[in-house]
């Protein structure tokens, strides 16, 4: 998944992911290819 500027998970993701930002909720899991400029956990 391509995402051109923030991308927001609050569940499950796999697989590859690129974005300008990344941010992941409190119940959030992000696995795979990951490719952002920064990231950030909501808690």
Same mark, same amino acid.
């Given at each position: 998944? *391509? %995402?051109?500027g923030?991308a *927001? %998970?609050? $569940? +499950?993701?796999e697989g %590859?992911? +690129? =974005? +300008?930002s990344?941010i992941v $909720? &409190?119940w959030?899991? %992000?696995t $795979? &290819?990951i *490719?952002?400029?920064t =990231?950030a =956990?909501?808690?």
């Amino acid at each position: 998944m *391509s %995402v051109p500027g923030c991308a *927001s %998970v609050d $569940g +499950k993701f796999e697989g %590859v992911l +690129k =974005a +300008k930002s990344l941010i992941v $909720g &409190q119940w959030g899991y %992000v696995t $795979g &290819q990951i *490719s952002v400029d920064t =990231a950030a =956990a909501r808690i």
